[in-house]
């Protein structure tokens, strides 16, 4: 069977994420494919133990290495219970973070040497990257904005200072600059504005899938 592809969305508290990864999957799943859609931390069982751990852990202090390990433990079931298979089983896989939310958050936001993030994270994954990874950017103080017209209490990373929000913000954008294959897109506007930029990408990197999309839609009434 064909294998799957990996798509991966990333970028700082605010910037739209999830809402976009659930327009790609309808997307992709209007091209044909079969999606599946994963986030980080979490998605395995020893994986949202961790992320309750991570985010909402009260009071507690959890050292930068240890935050680190704790994302790559739960990076290492995810990839290897749930990715790898979907892919073997040629499902398109869809995460809300992966890899490079470690060398933001914790490389550049908390001070460990990114390119010691980036190689425990070889280790953590078995060199699984993804196919195509998708990096949204909006002003630090936009994301913080929309966080703050949201109604949920704030979790451990959400109630960070600015200069750490803005670190993670500048972390992102250096590994979009240094030409390591991620992919920057625009975060401000609209929820269709930005989706039709992530879908632009994707058809960059997937001429055929647009084809398949434009006949779907074709045959609707
Ligand atoms: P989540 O509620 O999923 O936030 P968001 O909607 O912003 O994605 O929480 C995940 C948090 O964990 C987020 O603040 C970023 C942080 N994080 C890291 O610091 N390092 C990592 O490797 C990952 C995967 C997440």
């Not at 809300?96 to 425990?120: F, K, M, T």
């Not at 953590?124 to 196919?131: H, R, S, Y």
């Not at 975060?187 to 989706?195: A, D, T």
Request: aromatic residues 4%; hydrophobic residues 40%; contains cysteine.
């Amino acid at each position: 069977m064909k294998r799957g592809r990996f798509i991966v969305v990333e970028g700082a508290e605010g910037v739209g994420k999830t809402t976009q990864v659930g327009q790609l999957r309808l997307f992709l799943e209007a091209a044909g494919k079969r999606v599946a859609v994963t986030r980080e931390p979490g998605g395995t069982a020893v994986g949202e133990r961790i992320r309750e751990l991570l985010l909402h852990e009260r009071g507690a202090r959890i050292a930068p290495r240890t935050e680190l390990l704790l994302m790559l433990a739960a990076r290492a079931a995810l990839v290897r219970e749930v990715v790898r298979p979907a892919l073997a089983a040629g499902r398109w896989v869809l995460s809300d973070r992966y890899d490079l939310s470690s060398v933001a958050y914790q490389g550049h936001g908390r001070g460990i040497d990114p390119e010691r993030v980036a190689a425990l994270n070889a280790f953590a994954t078995g060199d699984l990257k993804p196919d195509l990874c998708l990096v949204i950017d909006l002003p630090a103080e936009e994301g913080l904005a929309r966080q703050r017209r949201s109604a949920r209490p704030l979790d451990r990373f959400e109630s960070e200072s600015a200069s750490f929000r803005e670190r993670v913000r500048r972390g992102y954008l250096e590994m979009v600059r240094s030409g390591g294959g991620a992919v920057l897109v625009a975060g401000g506007g609209s929820v269709e504005e930005v989706r039709e930029r992530m879908i632009a990408r994707v058809r960059e990197r997937w001429p055929s899938l647009e084809g398949s999309a434009m006949r779907r839609r074709g045959r609707q009434p």
